[in-house]
């Protein structure tokens, strides 16, 4: 089956430093990559959606310049948190869009703003 | 490998009739379950919960049975309404917060 990978899986950074979290579809090309931020046994909230080759496109209320998406390739999109700060700590998952529009979700990165 | 699989990409119900949606794992350290509903273009909703010391959790029309021998979990709408026509996502995880989502099942109600 179709499986998404994210690295790292936790995080643990000082506030003020930037965390760049990878998302890597291993056996399919996503052309199209989704970000979420997940709190605690809420809903998936998404953030943006990655297309390879363009700008992503940010959800209302989600701040582009602190979390940069970049989709370089078929298999890799990339989300940096710049100038982190306590708030942003959260569960970030990512999903690959397969063949068929059904999602592939990665494991999540768990980020901690000490 | 898929830890989580929802075998049944599409289901098609008539209103007012159940719906049943199934979802099997394979880890057995999975102790927390949780249904997703999705409309296009939106992120997924969290729909109901289940831990792993229970075996039914019921919210208005939505319920969901855990059967941890069977490693198999199902969701079930009763009755159905054109507005429940959605993706719906399965998650699980053990203790650690990490997920493993299913790959959906699209479900259509039918008026």
């Known amino acids: 089956g179709a499986v998404v990978s994210q690295h790292p899986s936790w995080v643990i950074c000082k506030s003020g430093t930037s965390v760049k979290i990878e998302c890597r579809s291993l056996?399919?090309?996503?052309?199209?990559m989704f970000w979420y931020r997940q709190f605690p046994k809420q809903s998936l909230m998404l953030m943006a959606t990655?297309?390879?080759?363009?700008?992503?496109?940010?959800e209302q209320g989600v701040e582009k310049d602190k979390f940069l998406i970049n989709h370089a390739s078929l298999t890799l999109s990339t989300l940096t948190v710049t100038s982190a700060h306590p708030e942003d700590s959260s569960f970030y998952i990512c999903?690959?869009?397969?063949?068929?529009?059904?999602?592939?979700f990665g494991p999540g990165t768990r980020l901690t703003v000490l | 490998d898929q830890q989580v699989k929802q075998n049944s990409p599409s289901l098609s119900v008539q209103e007012g009739r159940i719906s049943i949606l199934n979802c099997d794992y394979t880890?057995?350290?999975?102790?927390?379950f949780l249904w997703y509903k999705k409309y296009p273009a939106e992120g997924p909703t969290f729909l109901i919960s289940i831990s792993s010391i229970k075996d039914k959790n019921e919210d208005g029309r939505f319920t969901v049975f855990l059967n941890k021998s069977a490693k198999h979990l199902s969701l079930h709408i009763v009755p159905s309404q054109p507005g429940d026509s959605a993706v719906y996502f399965c998650?699980?995880?053990?203790?650690?917060?990490?997920?493993?989502f299913g790959t959906g099942t699209s479900l259509t109600v039918i008026p």
């Open positions: 998650a699980a995880s053990a203790t650690g917060n990490q997920f493993y």
């Open positions: 880890n057995s350290m999975f102790d927390y």
């Open positions: 990655s297309n390879e080759g363009s700008k992503a496109t940010y």
């Open positions: 999903s690959g869009l397969g063949t068929y529009n059904e999602q592939f």
């Open positions: 056996d399919f090309q996503a052309t199209t």
